[in-house]
């Protein structure tokens, strides 16, 4: 049986193909999923993901006329739709929590309250235009006749649609991974890190892409993590340099602790070989009377000629990180 999941980003759908069985509740690609279809179909499992406001790209602000007060609309999916459709709730009329919508219907944008048309505009674009350029027109008398007693402001775009914000830890680094949908005059991220999440500080700095409606993968690596909490955040700066912080990751991180070993022990050829995940090491071969017979800096071979020692109990001793480590073996 084959798996897909169809799931959609910015009115755009794309499709992962499973050969084997997974548990949906147990796979969890975006935690901004609020609602699963599933459909099966010869053979076929089919996962619809609907996803929150996270990936909302626009705002519009409207005011005046019979608005106590101004009402910010978010834009929401329209699915089969090329118009955005902005949503949102307001005090109207001493009302509170009044439906408010912006949407193409009928040929025309329309301020609509409570389904209500109060206001249209016949300019044909993609986004609601503002009050300026869009030669609104009364629609209802019931707020006004008067159409410029209405503000619509925006749409504003935000500068970057972050969708995710992922850290990892490895062996011996964490590595940060995010996603964006879109971007606007971005110059790029500061990677920060902090161990209390109060105090911060910049490890790096990521190139933006600028301006793109095109979705963008980013990676970082933090090569030196301390043990213990670590908490990172993206600080997002634009061109003119305004920015903003994306949420808080925490990373719990131990350092993999490295191993050095002697292969064959006791050694009968007279060559000791030797396995570390250092780049070089410093060692030392002691006999029982704690004499050094051998001894190098910087060594990075695996292979140490000990044909010289004769037969009895040795001792090698390495240093590396400022660490000790030492190991017996036998010389036949």
């Not at 999941?5 to 193909?17: A, Q, R, V």
């Not at 780049?279 to 002691?286: C, E, F, G, K, P």
């Amino acid at each position: 049986m084959v798996f897909v999941i169809i799931f959609g980003l910015s009115n755009k759908c794309h499709s992962i193909t499973f050969d084997k069985m997974y548990n949906p509740e147990q796979v969890n690609f975006f935690p901004q999923i609020t609602k699963m279809n599933f459909t099966m179909k010869k053979g076929l499992f089919f996962i619809l993901f609907c996803f929150s406001a996270l990936l909302v790209s626009a705002q519009v602000t409207v005011s005046g006329a019979c608005f106590d007060a101004s009402a910010t609309l978010v834009e929401t999916p329209n699915p089969g739709s090329t118009k955005a459709t902005f949503t949102g709730t307001g005090t109207v009329f001493g009302g509170s929590s009044v439906s408010i919508t912006i949407v193409w219907a009928s040929s025309v944008w329309q301020l609509q309250i409570s389904g209500q048309a109060m206001i249209f505009s016949t300019l044909d674009s993609t986004l609601p235009p503002d009050m300026a350029t869009g030669n609104w027109s009364i629609a209802n008398v019931a707020c006004t006749s008067d159409p410029s007693a209405f503000s619509i402001t925006g749409p504003s775009t935000l500068p970057v649609e972050l969708a995710a914000f992922d850290a990892s830890a490895k062996d011996r680094s964490v590595e940060l991974s995010w996603l964006t949908l879109s971007e606007t005059n971005n110059r790029g991220f500061e990677v920060q890190r902090s161990l209390d999440g109060t105090n911060w500080l910049a490890l790096g700095f990521v190139e933006g892409k600028g301006s793109t409606t095109q979705a963008a993968r980013y990676n970082y690596v933090d090569a030196s993590p301390r043990n213990g909490a670590l908490y990172y955040r993206l600080k997002q700066i634009d061109f003119d340099g305004q920015f903003e912080y994306s949420d808080v990751v925490l990373v719990h991180f131990r350092t993999a602790e490295k191993s050095i070993a002697i292969l064959g022990n006791p050694i009968k050829d007279g060559m000791l070989q030797l396995s570390f995940d250092f780049d070089a090491i410093d060692l030392r071969i002691v006999n029982q009377l704690g004499k050094t017979i051998i001894e190098y800096n910087g060594f990075s071979d695996k292979t140490l000629d000990v044909s010289s020692l004769g037969r009895g109990v040795y001792y090698l001793n390495v240093r590396v990180e400022n660490e000790m480590k030492t190991i017996k073996f036998l010389k036949l």
